[in-house]
């Protein structure tokens, strides 16, 4: 009986046993469903051509989309939402715009998609996974880099700045017959182009497009009228006369004249009569006349412009001025004294004085009826004095020997003084300065000049 017990609950058992194997299968095939549809899933999620869900650019939702339907609809909704087309540049008169279009402005987009794409796309497919999912559940903003032309906004705006700026004005001084005319200096107005240049950037990357003041400053010019008006007292003055019918001679101490007339020299400059004179060619209004090269007189362009320069040196000795570079000639000249004359050769050879009053000095320069008449002009001296220059020969070189030439025109025994010997000397020169009282306040020493000797030169028959 007790067999027959156990056989029977066995049997009793066999229907459990099949259920558990269906159940167990059916769940195996749920799980490798599962499985198989995760791998579906996942494999579709990583080889998508779209961008990733939760990504946006300035805002907007790209997730899902192809690279080139994200690009059309961020460039659509640009289009629709820009609410200007221009920034306005605020001048001081008038108001100027500045086209987006002329300047390539706009958000970067293609930039900002390709970036949008990448997210998700880097890295191993566990570090993949993670971002996708991440981006999903936090969303990730990408600001687009907003771009524009910088060399198409600076030429624009130097247009802008070239209409808009005043220059600034120097004041003026003219002496007509013995006064002064002083025309004011007028101050300008100029643009701070760096600064102008970074607010506009600024309010381009801001995206509120917001208009811009242009920055201007009121500058004065480099000679204002407080620095001349007081030009009204003759410091000093000399001249010298010439031939007024050596036309090439007179038309270029003419040019000089003129050249160096109404020259302002301010408190501490240095003037420099080569370089005012510029170079001594045809273009620059000089004719050929006699030049001294050496010991001889030759002909060169420019020939008479030593007697202006040394007029002018005279006229500044006399004012008082510190002489800072000057060259007495290789021989005596008819026109001024000895120790009296300032050579001067273009590039070589330089007269300079310097301004060292503590008042702007006017240089006056004429040549009219055979007379050449230069003046400083400057502030009147709180105290007044008088300047006097004074020379001394202390020698006298005679010349040695007789320079001769053949001359091939002349018969045998005949012989022409071309030139007759003329001694050097070297010459002291002194500036006396005396008091209203006409007492001697101080001697300075000016220079040492040497005038070399000169042979007698005579034409003798071959």
């Known amino acids: ?92 008169k008038d108001n100027y715009r500045l086209p987006l279009s002329d300047i390539t402005y706009g958000p970067d987009y293609a930039k900002a998609v390709d970036t949008a794409y990448r997210q998700g796309r880097e890295g191993n497919i566990i570090k993949r996974l993670k971002c996708i999912f991440k981006l999903k559940t936090e969303g990730l903003n990408i600001k687009a880099e907003i771009c524009y032309n910088k060399e198409k906004i600076g030429n624009i705006l130097d247009s802008i700045i070239k209409d808009i700026e005043i220059k600034p004005e120097n004041a003026a001084v003219r002496i007509v017959n013995g006064k002064t005319e002083v025309t004011p200096h007028r101050n300008g107005l100029l643009a701070d182009r760096e600064l102008t240049l970074y607010k506009i950037y600024s309010s381009l990357e801001s995206g509120n497009l917001d208009d811009v003041v242009i920055s201007m400053e009121s500058t004065r010019p480099d000679i204002t009228t407080e620095m001349v008006k007081d030009i009204a007292f003759k410091l000093g003055e000399y001249q010298t006369v010439f031939n007024p019918e050596n036309e090439s001679r007179s038309h270029n101490i003419k040019t000089a004249c003129m050249k160096i007339n109404g020259k302002l020299i301010l408190p501490d400059q240095v003037f420099s009569m080569d370089e005012m004179l510029g170079e001594r060619t045809e273009k620059n209004g000089y004719r050929t006349a006699k030049v001294i090269v050496g010991s001889e007189l030759v002909d060169g362009l420019g020939g008479g412009i030593c007697q202006v320069t040394s007029t002018l040196y005279n006229a500044v000795l006399l004012s008082g001025l510190e002489i800072v570079e000057r060259r007495n000639h290789s021989i005596p000249l008819s026109y001024i004294e000895m120790g009296r004359d300032a050579t001067i050769s273009y590039g070589y050879i330089d007269f300079k004085f ?65 030139r007759e010997a003329v001694p050097g000397y070297i010459v002291e020169v002194y500036r006396d300065i005396y008091d209203v009282h006409g007492n001697l306040a101080k001697t300075e020493k000016i220079s040492v000049d040497t005038y070399q000797p000169q042979k007698k030169v005579i034409r003798v028959a071959p």
């Open 1 to 92: 009986m007790l067999f027959g017990h156990n056989t029977q609950a066995r049997r009793q058992n066999k229907p459990s046993g099949r259920l558990f194997s269906v159940l167990l299968f059916i769940a195996a095939a749920i799980l490798a469903a599962a499985a198989i549809s995760g791998y579906i899933y996942l494999r579709a999620l990583l080889l998508s051509d779209t961008i990733y869900a939760g990504i946006t650019v300035d805002g907007i939702d790209i997730g899902g989309l192809t690279p080139d339907n994200a690009l059309k609809v961020l460039r659509e909704n640009y289009a629709e939402t820009l609410m200007k087309n221009a920034i306005i540049l605020i001048g001081p």
């Open 354 to 418: 310097k301004n060292n009053s503590a008042y702007a000095v006017y240089i006056e320069a004429e040549a009219s009826g055979g007379c050449v008449h230069t003046a400083i002009w400057g502030k009147r001296p709180e105290v007044l004095r008088t300047v006097k220059i004074r020379t001394k020969i202390i020698e006298t070189i005679q010349p040695e020997g007789v320079e001769t030439k053949e001359d091939d025109t002349l018969s045998p025994g005949d012989s022409v003084v071309v």
